[in-house]
């Protein structure tokens, strides 16, 4: 992601705070996390697509005063990161109370989520999931110096280095995100050592419009063949009760499908294929690598 030759760090969100709060939020980590790298990204192509994205979305560039503070003092619901300092956070409240704007207990009640710095938590991938604006401290502030409304496109949150190391830009993955869910219509199947927890993959799941399947009855697995909307997340831990999807035909992936794609508003299906040297396939026949590692025929 690299505009002409401006370096990373005018893409930075100024950050006031030195330390952070003794009680976070833990990083959502799939089996993958700590191989996930793109380097060669460009931020030309990303900051011309944001543009594409978002300009038909804008808001007017004169709208009425009166307008603008109704909508903040009617509709803002703000939750906040947990890894920002204590004073920040603190001091933050005071605005939310000032303009009477509402502080959510939930990504799921919130209309804004507001941190420093890009850290892949529950809230933050919830967030972006559902296309709501991830931004910093300085919105409440910039709302604070002129009593009024303010356009939060301006304050979306920027992580140079984080955005690197994923391969993304935040204001072309929220525009995404609101444009075309991810899962949309999609049943996923979570096997229970998932991680980073199935509670957590399931939220996530719902934020971008999938659908969990808690249960399969027999006759679903009595079936040759999984529908075609099917997911299957799952871990190296979870082989043998990944085995049955497999034989119908099922692929099965890390949940580093969903929670990179979330990130970067892809879905890389080849990069988080789970169990590919287990699985062989012809036109009618489908062959599974046992314990003792011999391809055994399972269907056709």
């Not at 941190?115 to 972006?128: P, Q, V």
């Not at 036109?283 to 003792?292: A, L, N, Q």
């Amino acid at each position: 992601n690299e505009a002409g030759r401006i370096s990373d760090s005018a893409f930075d969100t100024p950050v006031k705070s030195k330390a952070a709060s003794k009680i976070v939020s833990p990083i959502c980590m799939g089996d993958e996390y700590h191989r996930l790298s793109c380097k060669d990204s460009r931020k030309s192509k990303t900051t011309r697509e944001y543009r594409s994205l978002t300009s038909p979305l804008a808001e007017p560039i004169l709208e009425k005063r009166s307008t603008r503070k109704r909508r903040d003092l009617g509709s803002i619901r703000v939750l906040f990161s947990q890894h920002l300092d204590e004073d920040v956070t603190t001091h933050q409240k005071k605005i939310l109370a000032k303009f009477a704007i509402s502080e959510a207990s939930s990504m799921t009640e919130a209309t804004h989520f507001i941190a420093n710095t890009f850290m892949r938590t529950r809230n933050m991938l919830e967030a972006i999931a559902s296309g709501k604006p991830v931004v910093t401290t300085q919105w409440l502030e910039s709302i604070d110096q002129v009593n009024i409304y303010v356009d939060e496109e301006l304050y979306i949150l920027r992580d140079s280095k984080k955005e690197k190391e994923f391969g993304f830009n935040m204001g072309v993955s929220l525009a995404r995100a609101r444009q075309s869910p991810l899962l949309q219509g999609r049943r996923v199947f979570i096997t229970p050592n998932t991680k980073p927890g199935l509670n957590t993959i399931t939220t996530l799941v719902k934020a971008v419009q999938g659908r969990p399947v808690e249960r399969l009855g027999r006759s679903a697995l009595s079936e040759d063949k999984v529908q075609e909307n099917f997911l299957v997340l799952s871990c190296e831990e979870d082989r043998d009760i990944s085995i049955p999807f497999l034989e119908r035909g099922a692929e099965v992936y890390s949940s580093e499908l969903l929670l990179n794609g979330i990130v970067t508003q892809k879905l890389e299906y080849d990069r988080y294929r789970l169990f590919a040297d287990n699985v062989r396939k012809t036109r009618s026949t489908i062959w599974i690598k046992d314990g003792k590692g011999k391809f055994q025929r399972r269907r056709g």
